[in-house]
């Protein structure tokens, strides 16, 4: 059953990169609770619009949760309350009427702010450039089933590459630690036998570029995996952890 | 038609017999040589599943790519969403399957409207696509014994679907962004995210260039090159309310055009039978819910009229699964087009279900009840969630409500066998391109053609356009490229000049809703004549009313939105067109006028086997329509049936 709710926003507003940014205050009247989260921002935003006042700036694409394009911090939590879900499938329905709701961008030194709910995560992009790789060109495969691959190995390295890059994970990190998105990519590697012949270069490499980009170290408070949408486990960090020792042992590159 | 106009469009197709086609053409095309290819700069705007995997390839051997997208990153395209899975005629079921078959498969689900040679070649292809896949790292599902598993979708009788669970595009996209990522690291490709492509810059004929607005800072930039490759995906954002990505558009294809590129087949649009039905006039998008589904789901309404009953209290003997009645050799399976037009027929006679009745059930309750809970979590998890997120409906235990909704394109810029452009140098791939799928898309194909022209088409094709044209050095300097920033900087201004009334999200919407109340599942002329002009006053009030905030020198979410808005108005008007002047119904084109007694298409074979590309005359002038005559010699011309 739909309801209407009646709500006061908090949105983190800022013209550009450098400038100074601050909170805003709007008031939304009747909203249904069938909306999406981003659905509610559209409605604000017609309003706005209606009123001469800039739209508020926020990055979406998919709106179902996959392409990892929309990045809200809602009330303190990296895509708001609900487990396992990103900003564009939370629903209003979560909410109460008369509720004050608080958004924000994400905040960490690797991720500067663009325009006011917008980041830029191109850091994530260069993580990747600097190993999450498999090195075979076009016209080099042999046929898929000459590489057998054990199922439970096959599903674990799945539940790893289904990380949607969003970000989530350092957002919620008090340290802005980059760690969870590093393990997920290195851990799907690690799993699959593709990944073997590049094991220690990918991990050193990737590590190396997470630490250049200025991401934190971890302190193994979980907050990553409380908030990612995708369920990506710290068990991942647990493998990368041990790829990197292994790396560092075997000394090879 | 006139012979003047059949000549005109010659889609180059190799001669000799269909399965040595590809082969003989491969062994004719130019070769750039190795020490040569560095020399030359290519630009590849997209990267999707057909954009990722070219720019990738092309940087593998040697070329310099750029590579542009409107995200803040290449591993966010539209393709990322793709959830059920990829074609590949490996036979590994040992079912019967061939390239023969996934040809005639997909040949008869385009309803006899596709380039013959164009989807013998998909078909060949496919299998290398796995293995590349594979060879990358992308996880897909696999059996006990290791190997690869597969799963059957609509439109055939083998099970010849690879994925990876119900997110196999984006396994498949970050297996090419992957690739597009080493290439980076390689300093092969340079990559230019958050910038959208304004402009296509042609200079004496040849595609040379782009021009494009940098999203963060609002610059116009251009960029040079040898070739152009268009993967910029499909147009069916057009209808506003679909299960595109937000910020998919045709305005990079819709630019080309109006550069020369003819369009063709904007009518063939797909309309999914299987998404989350529209709950308020907020929405924003609609989700899919992946063919996949219909494995297990069976579709059904009830036997009554107007039965307000809960599904549960609805007993067998009182359902009608009408899909399992009406085609009993493919049940629930059939091809997409047919699947919406009976949801569509069952909602209007009064049979549909929910609030407003605009909704059929499918239903997973016997399929649980055969293979347990957890064997269908394993394999749809996912979409079950994102479906309880979206209604608050728990579809393990109350049947899904679904109906069609606006899905992918088949039409597209017109490219010949060697997918390039009426413009020499610009080549279009994946989505983009209208070429392999005639009127009717195939589920699980999309994947595998974005695929293969990417990694297996245009790396030899473009080689061929490089090494066979003298081209001229050209810089951004060239006075062409100061003309099309020029007229891109004035088309920008002017749109923050109007400072109207209406916002430009009212304008899409009503686009939308004109589209698919008069373009949509069933279309007639007096309907479409009406669409032609109600978009055309629509047009007019865009550009006096619409009001768009902030400037051209900063991150402008609504001015972006408001430049692909203006193109689907024009674009819209030609679509319609397109779908008034083909007077037969054939795949997602269907014309209320020309129908069998069953409600199925009524093609005209005589006048309409033919492939129908859009000139630009002109601003204020009719568009042409040129002709490219269709030939089916391998695959007899028959009235398709999945009876
Ligand atoms: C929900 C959903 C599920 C699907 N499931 C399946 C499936 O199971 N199997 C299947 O085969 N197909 C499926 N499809 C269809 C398939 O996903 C798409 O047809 C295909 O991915 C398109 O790929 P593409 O590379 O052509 O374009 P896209 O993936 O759409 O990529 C377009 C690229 O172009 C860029 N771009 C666009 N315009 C501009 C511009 N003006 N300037 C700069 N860059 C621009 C974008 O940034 C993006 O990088 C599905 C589609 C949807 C919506
Ligand atoms: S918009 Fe794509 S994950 Fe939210």
Redesign the pocket.
């Known amino acids: 059953m739909s309801d209407k709710l009646n709500l006061t926003l908090k949105i983190w507003r800022q013209a550009s990169p450098g400038a100074a940014g601050e909170f805003k205050s709007y008031k939304l009247y009747d909203i249904s609770t069938d909306m999406s989260f981003l659905e509610m921002l559209d409605v604000l935003n017609e309003e706005l619009i209606q009123k001469n006042d800039e739209p508020v700036a926020f990055d979406h694409d998919c709106r ?1 949760g996959i392409c990892g394009m929309c990045n809200l911090m809602i009330d303190g939590q990296a895509h708001g309350p609900d487990l396992e879900t990103t900003t564009c499938q939370l629903h209003m329905r979560r909410f109460r009427n008369g509720d004050t709701i608080v958004i924000e961008p994400w905040r960490a030194r690797a991720f500067p702010v663009l325009k006011d709910l917008i980041v830029d995560r191109s850091a994530f992009d260069r993580i990747m450039q600097a190993g999450g790789f498999v090195s075979v060109n076009t016209g080099n495969a042999p046929d898929g089933n000459a590489i057998l691959v054990d199922k439970d190995d096959a599903d674990q390295a799945m539940d790893a590459a289904t990380c949607i890059g969003c970000g989530a994970c350092v957002a919620a990190c008090k340290n802005a630690s980059a760690m969870l998105f590093v393990a997920a990519k290195v851990s799907q590697y690690a799993l699959l036998p593709q990944g073997r012949p590049e094991r220690t270069a990918r991990v050193q490499n990737m590590v190396a570029q997470m630490d250049q980009e200025g991401f934190g170290g971890c302190t193994n408070t979980n907050e990553c995996e409380a908030a990612c949408p995708a369920g990506i486990s710290v068990s991942n960090i647990a493998r990368l952890n041990r790829e990197y020792l292994r790396a560092t042992l075997t000394g090879a590159k | 038609m006139s012979t003047a106009q059949t000549a005109y469009l010659n889609g180059r197709v190799p001669d000799g017999p269909i399965a040595g086609k590809w082969e003989k053409c491969k062994n004719e095309m130019k070769l750039v040589s190795p020490s040569n290819k560095r020399k030359y700069d290519i630009i590849v ?7 990722g995997a070219a720019a990738a390839s092309l940087a593998e051997l040697g070329y310099n790519v750029k590579s ?4 803040d990153s ?1 591993r966010r ?3 990322i ?6 074609n590949a005629a490996k036979n590994y079921q040992n079912d019967g399957d061939s390239v023969w078959r996934l040809f005639y498969d997909t040949v008869k689900g385009g309803d006899f409207r596709s380039r013959e040679a164009n989807v013998y070649r998909l078909a060949e292809v496919s299998a290398n696509i796995i293995d590349q896949c594979v060879a990358q790292g992308v996880p897909f599902a696999r059996e006990y014994g290791g190997v690869l598993a597969n799963r059957t979708f609509g439109g055939a009788l083998v099970s010849r679907t690879f994925y990876a669970r119900g997110q ?2 984006q396994q498949l996209l970050l297996g090419a962004y992957s690739a597009l990522m080493r290439q980076v690291h390689h300093g092969k490709v340079k990559l230019f995210t958050r ?4 402009d296509l810059v042609v200079v004496d004929g040849v595609a040379r260039g782009i021009v ?1 607005r940098n999203l963060v800072n609002g610059q116009l930039e251009s960029y040079a090159a040898h070739a152009v490759l268009l ?4 147009y069916g954002n057009a209808y506003y309310l679909a ?2 990505a937000k ?3 045709v ?2 294809a819709w630019r080309a055009y109006k550069r020369g590129a003819f369009f063709a087949n904007p009518c063939y649009t797909q309309i999914h039978p299987t998404c989350i039905p529209v709950t308020g006039d907020y929405q924003s998008k609609l989700t ?1 819910m ?2 996949s589904l219909r494995n297990d789901g069976r579709v059904w309404v009830p036997l009554k009229k107007d039965d307000g009953r809960s599904p549960d209290q609805i007993p067998d003997g009182e359902r009608d699964y009408y899909l399992e009645r009406r085609y009993p050799t493919y049940g629930n399976m059939v091809a997409r087009d047919v699947a919406s037009r009976a949801a569509k027929e069952r909602c209007d006679s009064g049979f549909g279900v929910g609030s407003g009745g605009q909704a059929v059930f499918l239903d997973f309750a016997d399929a649980i009840k055969r293979d347990g809970e957890a064997t269908i979590r394993a394999k749809y998890g996912n979409l079950f969630h994102m479906y309880q997120k979206i209604t608050a409906e728990n579809p393990y235990q109350a049947p899904m409500r679904i109906y069609p909704a606006m ?2 394109t088949m039409g597209g810029l017109w490219v010949d066998y060697y997918l390039q452009s009426t413009i020499p140098g610009m080549f279009v ?4 391109n209208f070429s392999d799928h005639g009127s009717n898309r195939l ?6 053609q ?1 695929l293969a022209d990417g990694y297996f088409m245009a790396p030899y094709t473009v080689g061929d356009h490089l090494a066979s044209r003298k081209l001229p050095a050209v810089t951004t300097d060239h006075p062409e490229f100061r003309r099309c920033i020029d007229e891109t900087r004035t088309r920008v201004e002017t749109m923050l000049k109007v400072n109207g009334r209406r916002s430009v999200d009212s304008f899409h919407r009503e686009l939308g809703k004109l589209l698919w109340d008069y373009c949509g599942m069933a279309r007639n002329a007096k309907g479409l004549e009406t669409a032609i002009q109600k978009i055309r006053g629509l047009r007019e009030e865009f550009w006096s009313n619409v009001r768009v905030l902030g400037s051209g020198n900063s991150l402008n979410q609504d001015l972006e939105h408001a430049g692909r808005v203006a193109d689907f108005l024009e674009f819209g008007e030609v679509l319609a067109r397109d779908a008034l002047a083909r007077n037969e119904s054939c795949g997602g084109h269907f014309r209320e006028e020309f129908q069998t007694p069953d409600n199925d298409t009524l093609r005209d074979d005589a006048n309409f086997c033919h492939v129908a590309a859009w000139e630009y005359a002109g601003a204020d002038k009719d568009p042409i329509r040129r002709v490219e005559p269709l030939e089916f010699k391998e695959v007899p011309l028959t009235q398709r049936s999945y009876k």
């Not at chain 2, 969403?81 to 990829?86: R, S, T, V």
């Not at chain 2, 993967?231 to 499909?234: E, L, V």
């Not at chain 2, 791939?429 to 983009?432: C, I, K, N, S």
């Open positions: 179902e | 705007v997209g990267t999707g599943l057909a954009g542009f997208c409107f995200q290449a395209a539209h393709s969403a793709a959830q059920g899975g990829i196999t595009g910038r959208e492509m304004l494009c993967c910029t995906g499909g299960t595109y910020g998919s558009n305005t990079a899919l992946s063919e899905h992918y791939l994946g989505e983009a589920g699980a194909s999309a994947l595998m974005g």
